[in-house]
């Protein structure tokens, strides 16, 4: 059961042994926001989980509860579709950014997509930011350029390289 003022986000959680897909109930509406605003809480609660190895190999057991070190966490991908939002309630969210093509090593994921920094930006800003993880939007697997684009929410401590 829902409460009210939560929210179920269907994500995929890559780890460096694993890929976990499942549900996260949280009261924040972005996933940036409930990955970044954790505070002392450092696990993720998922429900209704399926997993497998980084070769593909399901593990036997699935539908189940599970908890996640967030720190263990490489990325995440947002698997939902973005609620419809009227242009003048996006114009109050709107924070001016300019958008910027990379590519990414995450442990042994090549990721692309855009990143976006706000305008004059230097894209080492973004590298060495303050925040734990940070957004890829428009984010495809390099070795599967043909899936559909996604938000991937990226721990930046896990970045192993960064390209323009």
């Known amino acids: 059961m829902v409460k009210v003022g939560s929210y179920r986000k269907p994500v995929e959680i890559y780890l460096p042994s694993a890929v976990i897909r499942g549900t996260l109930v949280t009261k924040q509406e972005r996933l940036t926001d409930h990955l970044n605003l954790r505070g002392e809480d450092q696990v993720l609660s998922l429900q209704d989980v399926q997993f497998e190895d980084l070769q593909g190999n399901a593990a036997p057991e699935s539908g189940k509860n599970m908890i996640v070190y967030v720190h263990q966490v490489m990325f995440v991908v947002d698997l939902g579709i973005a609620p419809a939002m009227s242009v003048a309630d996006a114009a109050t969210l709107r924070v001016k950014r300019e958008s910027r ?33 940070i957004p890829l939007t428009e984010g495809t697997f390099l070795n599967c350029p043909t899936a559909e684009p996604r938000t991937f929410i990226i721990n930046r401590e896990k970045i192993d390289f960064l390209v323009a």
């Not at 090593?105 to 303050?130: D, N, R």
């Open 101 to 133: 093509e990379v590519c990414l090593g995450v442990g042994p994921f090549w990721l692309q997509g855009k990143v976006h920094l706000p305008p004059g930006a230097e894209l080492g800003s973004f590298a060495q930011g303050k925040i734990h993880f």
